[in-house]
Structures are given as C-alpha cells and as structure tokens.
C-alpha cells in the first residue's frame, strides 16, 4: 500500500472493503485472507493506474470458459470504486481479478 501515491489510502481500502464485502455475499464465495491482501494491493494499485491515464492490464486467461457470471459478478462489485473515482476497470483487469477470486 506504500506505493499509492495520489490516493487517499484510508479511503480506498474502505472502497476495496466494501467491494470485498458485496462480492463474498453475491457470489456467495468466502475469500481467503491471502486472496483479500492480494486484493487490497491490487485493486488499490488498479485505481491509481487507472486515473494517471497508464496503459491497461492486458491479461488473457488460461481458461477462459465459462466466466460470464463470475465476470458480471465482479464488475457489478466495482461499480461504486468506478463510479467514485471515474474510472473503468476492463476486461483483462476483470479476468486477473476472476482468476484471484476463483482460480485462487
């Protein structure tokens, strides 16, 4: 978390606690401590990335079959860090974050 620069750290570990939170009880799927830390460092990392205008993950899954639902279930869990901080999260930073949450 030392490596956010521009963002107000307290505030976006709330934001990441909350996506967390609406995630676990939507997919109903208990995330490890391991799999919340990385979470927390890469989601925070995401949004700064994100608003400095950096180029975006590109990321293509190993398998990439049946996600549609995992996928819908993240991006609806993100849309209050995107709308907060006017940012879109794309579609190979949702794949990285399937294979966190459900390849983990």
């Known amino acids: 978390m030392s490596a ?9 570990i709330h934001s990441v606690s909350e996506m967390i939170g609406q995630l676990e009880e939507v997919t109903n799927h208990h995330l490890t401590n391991n799999q919340q830390a990385t979470l927390y460092v890469h989601i925070s990392s995401l949004i700064e990335r994100l608003i400095r205008n950096e180029p975006p993950l590109v990321y293509t899954p190993t398998n990439p079959e049946n996600r549609l639902q995992g996928l819908q279930q993240i991006k609806r869990s993100l849309n209050d860090i995107e709308t907060g901080y006017g940012v879109t999260i794309g579609q190979g930073e949702l794949n990285y974050l399937y294979d966190i949450i459900f390849d983990a």
């Open 4 to 12: 956010i620069t521009i963002l107000d750290v307290k505030k976006v």
